[in-house]
């Protein structure tokens, strides 16, 4: 589940089953163990059906290595998760592997928060460089030094309902919906969709409410097809560029004056409308897919239409990271790489949860290729727009709850993107003023 | 002056249970929530009794085993504390009240100064200081703070002013040490006020957020407060009988001690909140 | 207070002199093991918090370099810092004016009620046995919800209690005072039981009616427990965290977010662990303003004692 948790009710009762299951199997085996079992001690975020799909194939590892015991945790997602892992790492006796995101990395920094991974034990396990898709490799490092295992990465996607798109005239004859490029053609497609739905907005995604990250989020793939960037890669200079991001702005606006989009859909409402077909597409995060197929949805998902250039999509990655331990039990350590290994390795079964493995043999293989439609927007893997490497980026973060509050109101034209704009702009330079707590020269 | 029966006991009486009425409605729909079947707990218009009364929520909170390993936290983390800060309060206490030793006014400036520090002020510092002493994630990160309280010495200091020496001094002549006066004869004159202070002691501690919320990361060492606005609404999502039946299992025990003990912890609450909270 | 440490030994007469020696002996026994608990978990934090709030020091314990009073300086021309703060006394002044009426109104009623009152006390003090979390939880999933809460059900209105930024701390505010205000009922009952009946009886014989009584005898008598309850509700609403923490998290808009929230927010959310501590040692000043009234209305309600 990655909206704001306050509107995802459906999701916090699949997180609850998930629980249930996890919590079931956590009282059946005593926590003093004692027998020759190992316990890895995992913290997570996962809920609703992201939250079932790692509760089975933890429980698969269970079945497939008797002598370790992985104790699942799951936390409240989002900003709260990361200050217990942060307070838990600094504290030392911390749980011996967490779920995180990769984008949050730059923030957390290296200062004993997290340990570094064992890149040996890790190839001991299996695991190599070559196999990771390597933009977001490349991502998982800080100061050269391996700090996450990559898992997958969760791009913004087009989600299409298949009748009404099909109604619209804007299938091709494979089925699937015609690929658009540029804005004239995305625009001629959201009209004939519009017409179809008798006048009703063709387009949800997460527009407003409290803390939404939704207009960041569509905001921050429209400004990175173009080419935009936000901050210098050393992370020390402003590097917006205001004819590229008022061109975002202005799309979005213009979404929302024609009655393309709908303004006033918060996380809840845009999923809600999507899922009971009153919109033809949503623009979301790839994690609804499992929850759209229970409640037989007809549709489908392709890649983010190319807009502005690029085909690239806002983008965060999930990954495995150590929080810091003052001792780390040499034995515990063996059996959480096996663990870290053997859910890498299984990316295929967490793809079914939609998202796109960052383990490349994963993409190639016929049980990934064959889930539809979660392989049908994996080409994105290359092309995702992760966050800059600043300390306040990444998933629900300070600057995607800022840039989120600036846009939303542009949307519905209650602020100009000019103003828009500059309130985002103003909070970026608040942000970037702000010391870094985490400086580099730390590490 | 007035009958049992006057006009202004009934208007009163009626107005007491107007009041009465309002202030235990919360509970009570916390606990009319939490035996409602789960598909009931949120019908509208809204009704105080569902189809069928049943435990189902009370079963499932139990069996998933957090509640029980935050509620075993909670009470030794609570005993622990009260039994060290009664012990050693009243121990200092004494020192300050019959000994006399170099710097012990400056001492007990310093301590009495200590009243006006709230932990609240002290959680950065705090928590850095568990960080470096490796506690954080354990018990005593939980009870030892909390053992630092000032305010129990300057109370226990004030009674033990006021009981008279000669007690003491029988013993003394009798040759009784110093210690065994202390345990034999000072801390059982001193009942009622331990009584208070510990009561107080035990209801804050286990009633304490933020400082556990700080240092408990791991669900194992959480305390019952912290494991049900951490965990419980996350594990049990939106099932709102057994997020009510965790409500009610953690707010329970006071309650019924309250009901059983009366008398004493009014006392406890009142004589001791009123130095200071 | 320090002055009176001696006064035992000092008024005892020449026989007491050699037990005197005798309790001096390992005076600083007695003392040490509350002490040294004392000196490493109050004293120690207080002064290293001190230093931390100097420093640019991370929630690791990295990164602490000491950077004089620029945590300070940032503090004051930070918004969000001025805007908890100032949300933290709206609190404190909205809560503590209905906590202390109501707990007034609440033991003058239980105070002249015969019957029950094991019932009464049980009703209006026992949600202050409930720890915050319970409260907090409570209200936030079955009182205050929009749609099934029991509020809006019972009253038939159609209030957003949480989600409303102009709402937001009415809805702390009505939480706190169910929740805590029993605190304050009880010690003005206690204040009650404490009036002599003699002073009702001359009334009486004067011819007063229960309200000259009230306004004349009762009343007056209470203005030092009213002085201490006033102080002790200022001091636990500018410390207001956990209700408000767990039911908006500070939201809607930042409408609640009391300041030792910000100073979470920043310190432990944040990382930024030195510049939480200033915040905190800011609002420190405060609390010890309120705590020397406190200290000097106990003194006076001493030596009204003695």
């Known amino acids: 589940m990655e909206g704001p948790s306050s509107v995802s009710r459906r999701h916090l009762l699949g997180g609850g089953l998930a629980l249930l299951g996890a919590g079931a199997a956590g009282c059946a085996i005593p926590v003093g163990l004692g027998s020759a079992q190992r316990r890895v001690r995992y913290w997570h975020f996962l809920g609703a059906s992201d939250g079932i799909i790692m509760n089975r194939m933890v429980g698969a590892f269970a079945k497939a290595n008797p002598d370790v015991f992985v104790e699942e945790n799951v936390l409240a997602w989002g900003e709260p998760y990361y200050t217990k892992v942060a307070m838990a790492g600094a504290g030392g006796r911390s749980p011996d592997l967490a779920t995180f995101h990769l984008a949050r990395l730059s923030g957390i920094g290296a200062g004993r928060i997290l340990d570094p991974i064992n890149v040996d034990l890790l190839a001991k396990n299996g695991l190599r460089a070559a196999d990771f898709s390597p933009p977001i490799w490349e991502r998982a490092h800080i100061n050269g030094e391996l700090y996450a295992v990559p898992f997958d990465a969760h791009p913004m996607v087009q989600y299409y309902n298949t009748d009404l798109s099909r109604r619209a005239g804007l299938l091709g004859d494979d089925g699937k919906l015609k690929p658009t490029t540029g804005t004239d053609e995305l625009l001629a497609m959201l009209r004939k969709a519009k017409d179809a739905l008798g006048g009703k907005p063709p387009l949800v995604f997460d527009a407003l409410g409290l803390g939404t990250v939704g207009p960041w989020r569509v905001w921050e793939t429209l400004y990175a097809q173009s080419g935009g960037t936000l901050v210098s890669d050393d992370g020390t200079r402003i590097t917006l560029d205001d004819t590229k991001a008022l061109t975002a702005l202005r799309f979005m606006r213009q979404l929302g004056q024609e009655g393309l989009c709908n303004p006033k859909t918060d996380y809840g409402a845009s999923v809600a409308a999507f899922t009971n077909g009153l919109a033809a597409f949503l623009w979301n995060g790839d994690w609804e897919t499992t929850g759209l197929k229970e409640r037989k949805t007809p549709f489908s998902m392709a890649r983010f239409p190319s807009v502005f250039g690029s085909g690239a999509a806002q983008a965060d990655c999930h990954s495995f990271v150590l929080p810091h331990q003052r001792n780390r039990d040499p034995e515990t350590e063996a059996a959480t790489y096996r663990f870290i290994a053997y859910l890498v390795k299984h990316s295929a079964d967490w793809a079914v949860a939609g998202h796109v493995p960052a383990y490349l043999p994963a993409l190639e293989e016929p049980a990934y290729l064959a889930l539809q439609p979660q392989s049908e927007y994996r080409s994105v893997i290359t092309e995702v727009a992760l966050d800059p490497k600043v300390w306040f980026a990444g998933s629900a973060s300070r600057l995607w709850i800022e840039f989120g509050g600036a846009f939303s109101p542009v949307i519905s034209g209650a602020r100009t993107p000019e103003q828009g704009l500059e309130t985002a702009k103003q909070a970026l330079r608040r942000l970037m003023s702000a010391p870094d707590p985490f400086p580099a020269k730390e590490g | 002056m007035t009958k049992r029966f006057s006009p202004s006991q009934i208007i009163l009486l009626v107005v007491a249970a107007a009041l009465a009425i309002v202030w235990l409605a919360p509970l009570a729909w916390a606990v009319a929530t939490s035996l409602k079947p789960e598909s009931e707990t949120t019908k509208l218009p809204l009704q105080w009794f569902g189809s069928e009364l049943t435990l189902d929520a009370y079963r499932l909170v139990l069996a998933t085993g957090g509640i029980v390993k935050w509620a075993i936290n909670s009470t030794v983390t609570a005993v622990v504390v009260t039994f060290m800060t009664v012990l050693f309060s009243a121990m200092a206490a004494y020192g300050f009240a019959r000994t006399q030793f170099r710097g012990q006014r400056v001492l007990l400036a310093v301590i009495l100064a200590g009243i006006m520090v709230p932990p609240q002020v002290l959680m950065a510092p705090l928590f850095a200081e568990m960080v470096s002493l490796g506690l954080v994630d354990t018990w005593w990160s939980i009870i030892l703070p909390q053992v630092a309280a000032p305010l129990i010495v300057y109370i226990l200091y004030k009674f033990f002013q006021d009981v008279p020496l000669e007690l003491e001094q029988a013993a003394f002549v009798d040759g009784a040490g110093r210690w065994r006066v202390f345990f034999t004869i000072v801390l059982p004159l001193s009942r009622p006020v331990l009584a208070a202070v510990s009561i107080f002691t035990f209801i804050t501690t286990w009633n304490n957020f933020l400082w556990p919320f700080l240092v408990s990361t791991d669900p194992n060492t959480m305390t019952l407060p912290v494991g049900l606005a951490n965990v419980v609404q996350g594990t049990f999502g939106l099932r709102y009988a057994q997020i009510m039946a965790s409500v009610v299992l953690a707010g329970l025990p006071l309650l019924v001690v309250f009901v059983l003990f009366q008398r004493q912890i009014i006392r406890g609450v009142a004589h001791t909140g009123l130095a200071g909270q | ?306």
């Open chain 3, 1 to 306: 207070m320090a002055t009176t440490v001696a006064a035992p030994a000092a008024t005892a007469p020449a026989a007491h002199v050699q037990v005197r020696r005798r309790w001096t002996q390992h005076g600083l026994l007695f003392v040490a093991p509350f002490l040294v608990i004392y000196a490493a978990f109050l004293v120690w934090p207080t002064v290293l918090g001190l230093r931390m709030s100097l420093s640019s020091v991370n929630i690791a314990g990295g990164n602490n370099e000491f950077v004089g009073f620029a945590n300070y300086a940032e503090a004051f021309t930070d918004p969000r810092m001025w805007h908890s703060l100032w949300n933290t006394v709206v609190f404190t002044v909205l809560s503590t004016i209905p906590l202390v009426l109501l707990g007034l109104g609440f033991a003058l009623l239980v105070h002249n009620l015969r019957f029950l009152q094991w019932l009464w006390r049980l009703s209006f003090f026992g949600p202050f046995l409930l720890p915050s979390a319970v409260v907090a939880v409570l209200w936030l999933q079955m009182i205050y919800p929009p749609e099934y809460g029991l509020l809006n059900g019972t009253l038939g209105t159609d209030v957003l209690w949480l989600g409303d930024p102009s709402v937001a701390m009415w809805s702390m505010v009505l939480t706190t005072v169910w929740w805590t205000v029993g605190f304050n009922f009880l010690l003005y009952l206690a204040a009650l039981q404490s009036i002599p009946q003699h002073l009702y009886d001359a009334a009486a014989i004067d011819g007063a009616t229960a309200w000259t009584k009230l306004r004349s005898i009762t009343l007056p008598l209470l203005g030092r427990t009213t002085g201490l309850i006033v102080i002790l509700q200022l001091l636990a609403s500018l410390k207001v965290f956990d209700q408000i923490y767990l039911m908006t998290n500070g939201g809607p808009e930042e409408a609640t977010r009391p300041i030792i929230e910000y100073a979470y927010e920043v310190g432990f959310s944040g990382y930024r662990i030195g510049y939480a501590s200033a915040i905190t040692y800011i609002l420190f000043v405060l609390i010890v303003i309120v705590s020397l009234g406190q200290l000097r209305l106990l003194r006076k309600r001493e030596e009204a004692l003695s």
